[in-house]
């Protein structure tokens, strides 16, 4: 196991309070958990993002509350509605490759912008109770736009900064880029995590060797496919213990067998069982047969 810090990158759709809670309960290792990004929806927040920055539900889980923001208005305005809610750390989000996100200037697309992200960061200033941190690519097109904005994030009074060390426009495909992830945390001055893809805690002790002055990593997709990888625990225990949990609130939550397995599903896209045991999961159609499914893979063997 890891023994360092470890934070569980925001995935939308994925790592909702009801997921974070579940794993925080049956396998954590993890320090800190991060919200997938809110952002403003007609002047507020959605009910969707309101339910998951409730401050009631996070209260038992150590969690950073994600926001997007094209400029320092929207920027203001969600610190706002977020410290109404309690929450007294905020990460910013300068990574979101998702096309909408990036053409309306968010997410890497305020990496282009270099006038709207230092107004940002001297809206920071105006918020001296909030802890500012700070998730960012490399660029969205070049590496040179990161390492451009990166003069200007170093100014910004930031806890820390996660680095994802690909373009926005690779969204999640091709190789992470360990050189420019080192010229970029060279020339930062606020503590520095690494993310992208880590899949075992070899690979977390390998990034760590090369890049000994780091705060810690932050892991995503690694831990959605082996949420048992930092806790030691048995894994079809864990495995067991998360879906039950995600489980019993779809049954008293949603309406019906294809909204609850819409949900359910969504636990199993990135889980690394055998594939004859997830294609069976992910074909039903019922309740019944993905009730049925899920016994079959639980009572597997083995489970990398």
Avoid at 72 to 90: N, Y
Avoid at 196 to 224: H, N
Avoid at 233 to 240: A, I, S
Avoid at 282 to 289: F, G, N, Q, S
């Amino acid at each position: 196991m890891f023994d360092g810090y470890v934070a569980f990158a925001p995935l939308q759709g994925y790592t909702d309070i009801v997921y974070r809670r579940a794993h925080w309960r049956h396998a954590g290792g993890v320090a800190e958990y991060f919200t997938p990004f809110v952002r403003l929806v007609a002047g507020g927040l959605s009910s969707r993002d309101a339910r998951d920055v409730n401050a009631q539900a996070n209260a038992a889980v150590p969690t950073v509350a994600q926001i997007i923001a094209r400029d320092a208005d929207e920027f203001a305005r969600l610190c706002e509605m977020l410290q109404r809610h309690g929450w007294k750390h905020i990460n910013l989000n300068l990574g979101c490759p998702f096309p909408m996100q990036v053409n309306a200037g968010r997410g890497c697309g305020l990496l282009q912008n270099p006038v709207r992200l230092e107004e940002i960061a001297q809206e920071m200033q105006r918020w001296p109770d909030v802890v500012f941190s700070v998730k960012m690519r490399c660029g969205q097109k070049s590496v040179d736009e990161g390492l451009a904005a990166m003069q200007i994030v170093g100014g910004m009074p930031l806890s820390q900064v996660v680095i994802h060390p690909r373009l926005g426009c690779q969204q999640y495909k091709g190789y992470v880029d360990i050189n420019a992830f080192g010229r970029m945390a060279d020339i930062c001055p606020h503590p520095v995590v690494y993310n992208g893809d880590l899949k075992t805690t070899a690979q977390i002790e390998y990034i760590m060797s090369q890049f000994p002055k780091l705060k810690g990593v932050m892991v995503g997709r690694g831990l959605l496919e082996r949420p048992w990888m930092l806790c030691g625990k048995e894994p079809l225990m864990v495995l067991h213990s998360i879906h039950e949990e995600l489980y019993r609130h779809a049954d008293a939550t949603l309406c019906g067998d294809s909204q609850k397995l819409s949900r359910l599903k969504a636990f199993w896209e990135y889980i690394d069982i055998d594939r004859k045991h997830k294609k069976s999961i992910m074909k039903a159609t019922t309740l019944y047969r993905y009730d049925q499914a899920v016994a079959l893979a639980l009572q597997a063997p083995y489970i990398s």
